[in-house]
């Protein structure tokens, strides 16, 4: 199979209340932990790249690696996805080297900013059969270079959500329900909760329309420790309960973000390695463990979180 977009990934996990898996992919090992967890639970896959990540690995081979990805596992549905797209600029560069999907960025815009550039992005990307996510409402954490202060970040009044839709044409829209970027959403000592009254009120004035849950790391405690115990430093990383983005799941919510918990457990694994074989050199070595490590959490959150195990 090759890369398709989500539109039909997106219907089916609508109807059948589960989500599919959004992952940022940098380098080889993320590509494959995350699709040969794919592969084994028959999952589809979104497998997403930053503005950030472009930078890193540069387009061309990021391109490749997916490439691979779907030679590899020809099974499975896979869609390559442009995440946070800050510009038209970047998005028309997406859409012109091979993406399915693109994201642009405007939430930071005024609304009707937010309408013009995005219903621009929307009209390049459908006349070449390319979907659009767009965003309303600010998470805190780091969007791309726009770091967003806690308490300057807004939830997505539901009572806008109609008009933006209906004026941008976008296939899927991001909300600000509490998730946030990152592995500090929540301060230690509070109780974690997602304004689901936001999302349910969103989805009543969107039936059938898919939202997009952004930020939805859980910090496993586990990597944490690991981090924390093998010479990193990482007081008070709290994520959002797995509990509650099963429930998001069962709603209107059709993809959920997954980045900070993939680079958690690829450096706590790498960090014990190191401390456990400091003699060692050979970057096959640790990268080794660290994929695998990879592989299982995104297995974890495919079965018991996201609910599309099977769903291929
Ligand atoms: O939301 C942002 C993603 O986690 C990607 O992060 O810009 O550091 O690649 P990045
Ligand atoms: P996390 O930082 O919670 O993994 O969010 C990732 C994300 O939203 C990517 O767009
Ligand atoms: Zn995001």
Not at 183 to 203: M, N, S
């Amino acid at each position: 199979m090759s890369l398709v977009t989500s539109k039909e990934m997106f219907a089916k996990a609508y109807n059948g209340g589960y989500a599919i898996g959004a992952f940022n992919v940098n380098n080889m090992e993320i590509v494959q932990g995350i699709t040969e967890a794919c592969r084994e639970e028959n999952a589809p896959v979104i497998l997403q790249v930053s503005k950030g990540a472009r930078a890193y690995a540069n387009h061309t081979y990021l391109i490749k690696l997916v490439e691979a990805a779907v030679l590899e596992c020809p099974e499975i549905p896979m869609v390559l996805h442009l995440d946070h797209g800050p510009d038209f600029e970047t998005c028309k560069s997406c859409i012109d080297g091979g993406f399915t999907s693109v994201m642009i960025d405007a939430s930071s815009k005024p609304f009707a900013e937010n309408i013009a550039i995005t219903r621009r992005v929307v009209e390049y990307a459908h006349d070449h059969g390319v979907v659009v996510e767009a965003e309303l409402g600010t998470l805190s954490g780091i969007e791309d270079e726009v770091k967003v202060k806690e308490g300057h970040a807004s939830y997505t009044r539901p009572e806008e959500v109609e008009e933006f839709v209906s004026k941008t044409g976008c296939d899927s829209l991001a909300i600000a329900i509490g998730t946030s970027h990152g592995a500090y959403k929540f301060k230690p000592g509070t109780i974690p909760q997602l304004r689901f009254d936001v999302l349910h009120e969103c989805e009543k004035r969107l039936p059938g329309f898919p939202i997009v849950l952004h930020g939805s790391s859980s910090v496993p405690q586990e990597y944490v420790d690991m981090i924390n115990q093998y010479g990193g430093a990482m007081p008070g990383a709290i994520g959002v309960p797995e509990d509650q983005l099963r429930e998001a799941a069962r709603s209107a919510v059709c993809k959920i973000n997954i980045d900070s918990d993939l680079r958690l457990a690829m450096t706590g694994t790498i960090r014990k390695f190191m401390a456990e074989h400091p003699d060692k050199f050979d970057p096959r070595e640790y990268l080794k463990p660290a994929r695998a490590n990879i592989k299982e959490l995104v297995r974890h959150k495919l079965v018991d979180v996201l609910g599309c195990a099977g769903k291929a």
